[in-house]
T-cell receptor, first 117, second 111 residues
Framework: DTGVSQDPRHKITKRGQNVTFRCDPI?????LYWYRQTLGQGPEFLTY????????KSRLLSDRFSAERPKGSFSTLEIQRTEQGDSAMYLC???????????????FGEGSRLTVL | DQQVKQNSPSLSVQEGRISILNCDYT??????FLWYKKYPAEGPTFLIS?????DKNEDGRFTVFLNKSAKHLSLHIVPSQPGDSAVYFC??????????FGQGTRLTINP
């Protein structure tokens, strides 16, 4: 399977614990995005990388959240001192270089569902 | 501030009829608009897109219409099929940056 891969698919943790999610994008996709989706809402942008550079961070991304993309390949999203409000589906997406022909299409993974008790 | 809005949380349509999903946006800098489809326990998948220089784009049973003066776009599915039952998200971007999504509309196609 050559799609976007996310791990773990489901994480249950206690409030105050740290959690880390991993995303493996489609190979040769230079952009990688993290979104968060809560029940009844659309995906909300968190951050995105072009290669290894983090180009934009949403104000939703508090200082408890950190994302990395070392070497421009896979990415990790870490949440420290989790709160019940962090419970959501965390979606990763990637997109290829546009080559002057932008399509806007993102390729999403199946998501990592976080439940904070 | 909700820059992309889908005001209908749900829509029910009879099989074979036309489904029309609507989306409004507020940011005049948006220059690309997309529709995504999402099944339960899966990530969203791309359906169709339109550039702001066009007012219509068609792909098989799916057509997207863009009315820039009204800041409104719509997705038409005809004829609707049971497999079209899913949540549909409208999304927009400005200058090839991040996508901003609407809240989604749950479409149910009844046999």
């Amino acid at each position: 399977d050559t799609g976007v891969s996310q791990d773990p698919r489901h994480k249950i943790t206690k409030r105050g614990q740290n959690v880390t999610f991993r995303c493996d994008p489609i190979s040769e996709h230079n952009r990688l995005y993290w979104y968060r989706q809560t029940l009844g809402q659309g995906p909300e942008f968190l951050t995105y990388f072009q290669n290894e550079a983090q180009l934009e961070k949403s104000r939703l991304l508090s200082d408890r959240f950190s994302a990395e993309r070392p070497k421009g390949s896979f990415s990790t999203l870490e949440i420290q001192r989790t709160e019940q409000g962090d419970s959501a589906m965390y979606l990763c997406a990637s997109s290829p270089p546009s080559g002057g022909r932008y399509t806007g299409e993102l390729f999403f993974g199946e998501g990592s569902r976080l439940t904070v008790l | 501030d909700q820059q992309v809005k889908q005001n209908s949380p749900s829509l029910s349509v009879q099989e074979g009829r036309i489904s029309i999903l609507n989306c409004d946006y507020t940011n005049s800098m948006f220059d690309y608009f997309l529709w995504y489809k999402k099944y339960p326990a899966e990530g969203p998948t791309f359906l169709i897109s339109i550039s702001s220089i066009k007012d219509k784009n068609e792909d098989g049973r799916f057509t997207v219409f863009l009315n820039k003066s009204a800041k409104h776009l719509s997705l038409h599915i005809v004829p609707s099929q049971p497999g079209d039952s899913a949540v549909y998200f409208c999304a927009a971007s400005a200058e090839a940056q991040k996508l901003v999504f609407g809240q989604g509309t749950r479409l149910t196609i009844n046999p």
